[in-house]
């Protein structure tokens, strides 16, 4: 399976500040993901990261609150912008088609917002 | 703002017996299912994937059951032990294309 960095692993941030999350991957993968895992909660997909393009959003998503980029096949970035108490989450990176199409985590960013 | 967290169904079971984690999917048209485990802190971990082709898949101590006809998938645990407990998710896609997450279950094994 790929090896996934994910930085910072966990932060405190201030109210309307922006915190942005790196995903790195030891190989190229055909896709990546984020999610959002609010506290005692299940998995929520943010967007797919689409290399050299724009992101494609979930519904309730949008892209000036959860900019995302994907430079590359090996590393994406999720920035949560104009940060709220109620971004207070998990947010978690995933890899997929690596090398058998199964999909693998990172270990994820703990984000606390006060 | 306030944070309302949902408390997850939990399944408890004797170290030593067999448990069995029900999930639900919605979409028919999903052709791949993967069930995760969860420790606390830790991002999911990959445990065993099902096509749609298929109806039943064996891994190490653990069986998936999948019917599509009443879209339900099951994960069984062979002989349950104290570092299987976490939380479990099963997930679906369709022609993986993006991966949707169940609720999840709590597996608390007794010892």
């Known amino acids: 399976s790929a090896v996934i960095s994910q930085k910072p692993s966990r932060d405190i941030c201030q109210r309307g500040t922006s915190l942005t999350i790196q995903c790195q991957v030891d190989s190229q993968v055909t896709m990546m993901f984020w999610y959002r895992q609010q506290p005692g909660q299940s998995l929520t997909l943010i967007a797919t990261a689409n290399q050299g393009s724009e992101a494609t959003y979930e519904s309730g998503f949008v892209i000036d609150k959860f900019p995302i980029s994907r430079p590359n096949l090996t590393f994406s970035t999720l920035t949560v912008s104009n940060m709220s108490p109620e971004d207070s989450s998990i947010y978690l990176c995933s890899v997929g088609g690596v090398p058998d199409e199964k999909l693998f985590f990172g270990s994820g960013t703990q984000l606390s917002v006060l | 703002g306030e944070s309302v967290g949902l408390h997850l169904p939990t399944l408890s079971v004797q170290e030593g017996d067999n448990s069995i984690i029900n999930c639900a999917y919605s979409n028919s048209a999903s052709d791949y299912f993967i069930w995760y485990k969860q420790e606390s802190g830790k991002g999911p971990q990959f445990i065993i994937d099902?096509?749609?082709?298929?109806d039943k898949r064996q891994g190490q101590r653990v069986t998936v059951l999948l019917n599509k006809t009443v879209k339900h998938l099951s994960l069984q645990i062979a002989a349950t032990q104290p570092g299987d407990s976490a939380v479990y998710f099963c997930a679906d896609s369709y022609n993986f294309n993006k991966f949707y997450f169940g609720s999840g279950t709590k597996l608390n094994v007794k010892p």
């Open positions: 099902i096509r749609s082709n298929m």
